[in-house]
C-alpha cells in the first residue's frame, strides 16, 4: 500500500519485483502523517491485514508519525522500531527492538502495526525475472476518501545556520581561553 502519486509507481513495482504480490497505491498527494494514516487505515479497514509493516520514517519528512497514527486510528497495538520479528504461532508474533544497553522482547497478539528499523530485512536487488514478471502483475490504483485535515501548517522556518569551526593553535592557550569565555560564554 502506497499513498501518493503516479509518478511512485517505480517505487512500487520494484516491491512486485522483489516479491510482493499484490499492489495498491491510494490516488493523492502525501500531505502529512495524519492524512497518509487515516488514507491507510480507511483501506486496511475495508480489507483487512494480520501485520501492518511501515517504514522506519518518512524520506520526505522524516517524522515517524505514520505508525503509531496509523494504528491509533485503527485502534490497534503499534510496535516502533523492530529489529526482528518471528511468529511464535499463527496469531503470536515475538518482536524485538534494540534499545539503549540492550534488546527490548516484546510479546503480541495479530492484528498489530510494526515499524521496521535496520535489521529487520535486507534490503534487496531485484532481479530480471522479477523485473519482468513485476510488469505483468496488477499495480491496483484506489480513490482517496475524503479526509479533513486536524492540523494545517501555519509556516516553516530554517533553524539559523551555524558557525563555521574555528581551529585554534594547540600552542594558543590565551586565545582559546579568550574564545570560550566571549564567544562560547563558558567560562
Not at 48 to 73: C, H, M, P, S, W
Not at 100 to 108: A, F
Not at 110 to 129: H, L
Request: without cysteine; negative net charge.
Amino acid at each position: 500500500m502506497h499513498v501518493g502519486p503516479a509518478e511512485n509507481d517505480s517505487i512500487i513495482r520494484k516491491a512486485l519485483a522483489i516479491g510482493a504480490t499484490d499492489a495498491f497505491r491510494i490516488d493523492t498527494e502525501a500531505v502529512t502523517a495524519d492524512q497518509v494514516a487515516f488514507q491507510l487505515a480507511t483501506f486496511i479497514q475495508q480489507h483487512g491485514f494480520d501485520i501492518i509493516f511501515t517504514g522506519k520514517e518518512t524520506i520526505d519528512y522524516n517524522g515517524a508519525e505514520v505508525g503509531g497514527r496509523l494504528a491509533a486510528q485503527l485502534n490497534l497495538p503499534f510496535i516502533s522500531f523492530a529489529s526482528h520479528l518471528e511468529m511464535a504461532s499463527d496469531n503470536v508474533a515475538i518482536i524485538k527492538r534494540d534499545m539503549d544497553g540492550g534488546t527490548e522482547t516484546i510479546q503480541v497478539n495479530t492484528p498489530f502495526v510494526v515499524s521496521a528499523a535496520k535489521g529487520m530485512a535486507e534490503q534487496r536487488i531485484p532481479n530480471m525475472k522479477g523485473i519482468m514478471t513485476a510488469k505483468s502483475k496488477p499495480l491496483n490504483v484506489v480513490t482517496p476518501q475524503a479526509y479533513s485535515p486536524k492540523i494545517s501548517i501555519v509556516s516553516h522556518e530554517l533553524p539559523p545556520a551555524k558557525k563555521a569551526v574555528q581551529y585554534i593553535d594547540p600552542e594558543n592557550m590565551a586565545e582559546l581561553a579568550r574564545l570560550l569565555r566571549e564567544e562560547a560564554k563558558v567560562i
